[in-house]
């Protein structure tokens, strides 16, 4: 799995203090880090909405296809996708659960259908048929990659639910990826998340 951040908001947390202190007419508040103890205001009341005007722009790779039906659903998101329907998927890669590939006869099946449904494409293309039908037969395993935009106020709704130890592990594990990249970018906005290295989840904290 790949993460790259193609785009934030410059000084994202300044914008969302600027936004915010719109409703309050205090701009003479502005000053020094003020920034963070505005954020940390919003998020302690609930005023959420106001982290809507910073956004950030992922590139998400070699991901299944499983994954990605789970992100097209978060409908706050801007989403582009590798199309199966002009690509060429007769080498296609696959993502591999490791509850099956520790399983050596589990792996040996996942392997071998894998195996038989690159034939049973590349055979339909030699029939003729268009690769946009022809894709009927590919797996959920199947690599992806996608751009993915949304606002601050969303990924913090993404990082919630996807990194929930409830959530898939592959998604779970992108989840955390993005949380570390956010963290470091937008230190305020996510500082109420904290990541359980020994679970592998992520969990929020109460910062009072």
């Known amino acids: 799995m790949k993460i790259e951040l193609l785009f934030i908001t410059p000084e994202a947390e300044k914008l969302i203090e600027s936004a915010g202190r719109t409703s309050y007419l205090s701009f003479d508040k502005q000053g020094k880090d003020s920034e963070k103890r ?32 789970q992100l097209v659903r978060h409908r706050f998101c801007s989403i582009t996708q590798q199309s199966q329907r002009y690509i060429d998927e007769k080498s296609f ?21 894998m195996e038989k ?53 592959e998604i779970r594990r992108m989840a955390i990826k993005i949380l570390n990249i956010l963290k470091q970018k937008v230190p305020t906005v996510f500082e109420d998340f904290e990541i359980i290295k020994e679970k592998n989840i992520i969990q929020q904290i109460n910062l009072e």
């Open 117 to 169: 449904i690159r034939g049973a494409y590349i055979e339909l293309k030699n029939l003729g048929i268009k690769k946009e039908d022809a894709r009927f037969v590919l797996p959920n395993a199947i690599e992806s990659q996608l751009v993915l935009t949304a606002n601050l106020r969303e990924w913090r709704h993404i990082i919630e639910l996807r990194g929930d130890l409830a959530a898939q592990w």
């Open 38 to 69: 505005f954020v940390r205001m919003l998020i302690k009341r609930g005023h959420t909405s106001v982290l809507e005007h910073a956004y950030a722009t992922f590139r998400i790779s070699e991901i299944s296809r499983a994954l990605t039906h």
């Open 93 to 113: 890669h696959y993502i591999e659960p490791s509850s099956i590939k520790k399983n050596s006869e589990a792996h040996a099946l996942f392997i071998g259908l």
